[in-house]
């Protein structure tokens, strides 16, 4: 209901009172000249004229009251009316008010110059002010723009368009600018007049923070496209291409400014071959190698991987293709097999290759005899010494080559290791045509050779096995031609051929290479015999003893398999390895609780007379964190017969906190007048002197070799005590550490706690 409504309900009630007065005036007025001009026309008498002027007042009263009655009673209704009209409309307003406060907008309404009227409760908010400084203030100053160039704006927009919106910036109460979006409007009236404004307020922090992540998310995922190994391509329904990645650029040639929106099948129609109709039939991925020629020139392997594209509801929107070049790694698997298979210097087959194919062969021409050889060049090892192994790798490239023109298409040719050779010759006819062979390899590799402007004179050495009549299979005449090769090279023949002779040598191959893939496969396990004060029995050290079981031979001697690891260089690795492990189980114990004074460890004068042999020893010990005082080296007396190379050694291992002492003392030949000056803790007294304890000769012995270390100032340890008797003979002495098989033979490591747990 409009305000025209109302002011013209309080219009009529103000005037009502002075109609109401008027109306009585003039009925009074007429009614009284009227009447009175009857009765005196009509009534005679003074008792008539009164009765009748009595008559005429009550019927005035009657007459006016009835009209009065008639005319406010109208009125009422008129009114009442009203007020069911107004008590509608307030029910209205009400209700309006209610929708007003619930907008989730802040609503603003000024008059035509701008003064606010109306604002609901979310405009309060956003403005953080109270109503009350709200109304009666122009918007301006109630919205509290960041810059006031924002008002000239709205107006000058408003009066030419009759709204305006935008993205403000306001400030809250607490002095935060916040994101807002505000429009606005002016209202007319029916007569075009400007009656009011009204604007809507909206709260856009949440949008706009979304709208950063948003733009974050892209600007990531544009980065992840930019930079990914692989190359991303999107392609629409109509084939259109809409991504293509610097990666895809990369690997296919092809420019994005030239692929973009072009479609598929004029930029690279091979990459959807076969990929649509699987897509659309099988499933939403796909992959497949393929050979793609780059616009360089050359050719691309790739694995393509296809995978359809939806929209947020399910509808199918386009393809995607991740490029993937797996060129460089194609050739790599390429190299590898190749390797896998052949030596990579001669282009032969390596010794596995030869294995499976020699084996072949036999297999195939079981009826028929084979020759087998294996040929190593004399001294090899000095030629990379003297000259480099860049120098060697080529020797032994020209010895293949010549080995192939020997040999040509009469067997197979194979390098088996470092500078050795295999050949197989299948069906021979008679031992004279490998003899001749024989010659002639040796007559062509014993010739001068020239390589990079060095003359070198190389010599050969062959080693010749049969099938059948060696062994039956090709491992076991590898192992008889090898046997064969040894006696050749300690013999100084040329070739030499298998006799059964020469199995101890063949012996001694099996327990090298057994203890080389021993070694390698830690199978070498440790013993740990204890060191006693035999005075009060308590646990002095352990001593760390290699012991090897064999899976077929089964328990292997130490002096079968030490020997041989010295003759062949794998004490080198073994050692280490046994450092470690004892260190490893050092820290087990630790760590269980166990207390253990000290471990030693055997080294060998091969070992100890390695250059790096100290800072190994100082770099293990690091890495296990093991505390000076309790690595104990146990060193033969051949060490020190090289006094003066070997002194600077033992002085930094002292300084480091190793303990040494001398093994099996009084077996070898060390010089009295070092003993003095060697920083030694320990000597330990041989087996074979405490066993002659029993004898005079033998006590002497023992008294001597105790004498000489007290007068050193080093510690005595009797090692081998087997009785009662050698015991209390070396404690009479002043030997008090003893160990023997009297007070605990090698036990295993898990044996060791319980040995603790009786001391």
């Given at each position: 209901?409009?305000?025209n409504f109302?002011?013209?309900?309080?219009?009529?009630?103000?005037?009502?009172?002075?109609?109401?007065?008027?109306l009585?005036?003039?009925i009074?007025?007429v009614w009284?000249?009227?009447?009175?001009?009857?009765?005196?026309?009509?009534?005679?008498?003074?008792?008539?004229?009164?009765?009748v002027?009595?008559?005429?007042?009550?019927?005035?009263?009657?007459?006016?009251?009835?009209?009065?009655?008639?005319y406010?009673?109208?009125?009422?209704?008129?009114?009442?009316?009203?007020?069911?009209?107004?008590?509608d409309?307030e029910?209205?307003?009400?209700?309006?008010?209610?929708?007003?406060?619930?907008?989730d907008?802040?609503?603003i309404?000024t008059d035509?110059n701008?003064y606010?009227?109306k604002?609901?409760?979310?405009?309060?908010?956003?403005?953080?002010?109270?109503?009350?400084?709200?109304i009666?203030?122009?918007y301006e100053?109630v919205?509290?723009?960041?810059t006031?160039?924002s008002y000239?704006?709205i107006?000058?927009?408003?009066?030419?368009e009759?709204?305006?919106?935008d993205?403000?910036?306001?400030?809250?109460?607490?002095?935060?600018?916040m994101?807002?979006y505000?429009?606005?409007?002016k209202?007319?009236?029916?007569?075009?007049?400007?009656?009011?404004?009204?604007?809507?307020?909206v709260d856009?922090?949440?949008?706009?923070?979304k709208?950063?992540?948003?733009?974050v998310?892209?600007?990531q995922?544009?980065g992840?496209?930019?930079?990914?190994?692989?190359g991303i391509?999107?392609?629409?329904r109509?084939?259109?291409?809409?991504?293509?990645?610097?990666q895809?650029?990369?690997?296919l040639?092809?420019?994005?400014?030239?692929a973009?929106n072009?479609?598929i099948?004029?930029?690279k129609?091979?990459?959807?071959?076969g990929?649509?109709?699987y897509l659309?039939s099988e499933?939403?991925?796909?992959?497949?190698?393929?050979?793609?020629?780059?616009?360089?020139?050359?050719s691309?392997?790739?694995?393509?991987?296809y995978?359809?594209?939806?929209n947020?509801?399910?509808?199918?929107?386009?393809?995607?293709?991740?490029?993937?070049?797996?060129t460089t790694?194609?050739?790599?698997?390429?190299?590898i097999?190749?390797?896998?298979?052949?030596?990579y210097?001669t282009g032969?087959?390596?010794?596995n290759?030869?294995?499976?194919e020699?084996?072949r062969?036999i297999e195939?021409?079981?009826?028929?005899?084979?020759?087998?050889m294996?040929?190593?060049?004399?001294?090899?090892?000095s030629?990379?010494?003297?000259?480099?192994t860049?120098?060697?790798?080529?020797?032994?490239?020209s010895?293949?080559k010549?080995?192939?023109?020997v040999?040509?298409?009469?067997?197979?040719?194979?390098?088996?290791?470092g500078?050795?050779?295999?050949?197989?010759?299948?069906?021979?006819?008679?031992?004279?045509?490998i003899?001749?062979?024989?010659?002639t390899?040796?007559?062509e590799?014993?010739q001068?050779?020239?390589i990079?402007?060095?003359?070198?004179?190389?010599?050969?050495?062959i080693g010749?096995?049969?099938?059948?009549?060696?062994?039956?299979d090709?491992?076991?005449?590898?192992?008889?031609?090898n046997?064969?090769?040894k006696?050749?090279k300690?013999?100084?023949e040329?070739y030499?051929?298998?006799?059964?002779?020469?199995?101890?040598?063949?012996?001694?191959?099996?327990?090298?290479?057994?203890?080389?893939?021993?070694?390698l496969?830690?199978?070498?396990?440790?013993?740990?015999?204890?060191?006693?004060?035999?005075?009060?029995?308590?646990?002095q050290?352990?001593?760390?003893?290699?012991?090897?079981?064999?899976?077929?031979?089964?328990?292997?001697?130490?002096?079968?398999?030490?020997p041989?690891?010295?003759?062949t260089?794998?004490?080198f690795?073994?050692?280490?390895?046994?450092l470690?492990?004892?260190?490893?189980?050092?820290?087990?114990?630790r760590d269980?609780?166990?207390?253990?004074?000290?471990f030693s460890?055997?080294i060998?004068?091969k070992q100890?007379?390695?250059r790096?042999?100290?800072s190994?020893v100082l770099?293990?010990?690091e890495?296990?964190?093991?505390?000076a005082?309790?690595?104990?080296?146990?060193?033969?007396?051949?060490?020190?017969?090289?006094?003066?190379?070997n002194m600077?050694?033992?002085?930094?291992?002292?300084?480091a906190?190793v303990?040494i002492?001398?093994?099996d003392?009084?077996?070898?030949?060390?010089?009295?007048?070092?003993m003095r000056d060697?920083?030694v803790?320990?000597?330990?007294?041989?087996?074979?002197?405490?066993?002659m304890?029993?004898?005079s000769?033998g006590?002497n012995?023992?008294?001597?070799?105790?004498?000489l270390?007290?007068?050193?100032e080093?510690?005595?340890?009797g090692?081998?005590?087997?009785?009662?008797?050698?015991?209390?003979?070396?404690?009479?002495?002043?030997?008090r550490i003893?160990?023997?098989f009297?007070?605990?033979?090698?036990?295993?490591f898990?044996?060791?706690?319980?040995l603790y747990v009786?001391?």
């Amino acid at each position: 209901m409009g305000n025209n409504f109302y002011d013209a309900k309080i219009h009529q009630l103000r005037q009502f009172p002075t109609k109401f007065l008027i109306l009585h005036l003039l009925i009074g007025l007429v009614w009284i000249t009227t009447s009175d001009q009857i009765v005196e026309v009509f009534v005679e008498g003074a008792e008539s004229l009164s009765f009748v002027q009595s008559l005429k007042g009550w019927l005035y009263v009657f007459v006016t009251g009835m009209f009065f009655y008639y005319y406010l009673t109208k009125e009422t209704k008129r009114n009442i009316n009203f007020y069911q009209k107004l008590q509608d409309n307030e029910e209205e307003i009400m209700l309006t008010n209610e929708a007003f406060n619930n907008l989730d907008q802040g609503l603003i309404i000024t008059d035509e110059n701008g003064y606010v009227l109306k604002v609901n409760k979310q405009f309060e908010d956003m403005v953080n002010l109270p109503v009350d400084e709200i109304i009666g203030e122009r918007y301006e100053r109630v919205l509290q723009f960041e810059t006031k160039d924002s008002y000239r704006k709205i107006r000058r927009q408003l009066e030419s368009e009759g709204h305006w919106e935008d993205e403000v910036f306001m400030e809250d109460g607490s002095g935060n600018v916040m994101p807002r979006y505000f429009t606005m409007h002016k209202v007319l009236d029916e007569h075009g007049k400007l009656t009011n404004y009204f604007g809507f307020l909206v709260d856009i922090k949440e949008t706009k923070q979304k709208d950063q992540i948003l733009h974050v998310t892209r600007n990531q995922l544009h980065g992840i496209l930019e930079h990914s190994p692989l190359g991303i391509i999107a392609i629409n329904r109509k084939g259109l291409i809409n991504v293509w990645n610097g990666q895809a650029e990369e690997i296919l040639g092809i420019s994005k400014q030239d692929a973009l929106n072009q479609p598929i099948t004029n930029v690279k129609p091979i990459l959807l071959q076969g990929a649509s109709t699987y897509l659309a039939s099988e499933g939403d991925i796909y992959k497949q190698h393929r050979e793609v020629k780059h616009t360089g020139g050359q050719s691309k392997y790739l694995q393509l991987t296809y995978s359809n594209l939806y929209n947020q509801d399910g509808k199918l929107i386009g393809m995607q293709v991740m490029v993937s070049d797996f060129t460089t790694e194609r050739e790599f698997k390429r190299e590898i097999n190749y390797l896998e298979h052949f030596d990579y210097i001669t282009g032969l087959y390596n010794f596995n290759t030869f294995n499976e194919e020699a084996a072949r062969k036999i297999e195939q021409n079981k009826e028929q005899e084979h020759a087998f050889m294996i040929l190593d060049i004399d001294r090899f090892h000095s030629i990379n010494q003297q000259y480099g192994t860049e120098f060697g790798d080529e020797v032994i490239l020209s010895i293949a080559k010549t080995i192939k023109q020997v040999v040509k298409s009469r067997g197979i040719i194979a390098r088996l290791k470092g500078d050795e050779f295999g050949i197989l010759i299948s069906n021979v006819n008679n031992y004279a045509d490998i003899k001749e062979l024989l010659q002639t390899l040796k007559n062509e590799l014993n010739q001068p050779t020239t390589i990079r402007d060095e003359i070198i004179h190389p010599t050969i050495s062959i080693g010749i096995a049969y099938y059948p009549q060696d062994d039956h299979d090709f491992e076991g005449i590898y192992q008889k031609a090898n046997a064969a090769l040894k006696n050749a090279k300690v013999d100084r023949e040329t070739y030499s051929f298998y006799e059964p002779s020469m199995n101890d040598h063949l012996e001694h191959y099996f327990y090298e290479n057994e203890l080389h893939r021993a070694i390698l496969n830690e199978e070498i396990e440790l013993h740990y015999q204890p060191k006693i004060d035999m005075k009060t029995g308590s646990i002095q050290g352990l001593e760390a003893l290699a012991r090897w079981y064999h899976p077929e031979k089964g328990t292997i001697s130490p002096g079968v398999f030490i020997p041989i690891a010295e003759e062949t260089g794998l004490i080198f690795s073994m050692t280490d390895y046994v450092l470690k492990r004892a260190c490893a189980d050092y820290v087990k114990w630790r760590d269980e609780g166990i207390h253990i004074p000290s471990f030693s460890v055997n080294i060998s004068a091969k070992q100890f007379s390695k250059r790096e042999f100290v800072s190994n020893v100082l770099e293990i010990l690091e890495d296990y964190q093991i505390p000076a005082g309790v690595l104990e080296i146990e060193i033969t007396e051949s060490i020190t017969m090289n006094i003066d190379n070997n002194m600077p050694k033992l002085n930094q291992l002292r300084e480091a906190g190793v303990m040494i002492s001398i093994d099996d003392f009084g077996t070898g030949y060390s010089s009295l007048r070092y003993m003095r000056d060697l920083p030694v803790d320990f000597v330990k007294i041989d087996r074979s002197f405490i066993s002659m304890i029993g004898q005079s000769d033998g006590k002497n012995m023992v008294d001597f070799m105790v004498d000489l270390a007290k007068l050193c100032e080093i510690d005595i340890v009797g090692e081998g005590i087997e009785t009662s008797d050698q015991m209390n003979y070396l404690l009479s002495i002043g030997c008090r550490i003893g160990q023997g098989f009297y007070f605990a033979r090698p036990m295993p490591f898990e044996e060791v706690q319980q040995l603790y747990v009786t001391h």
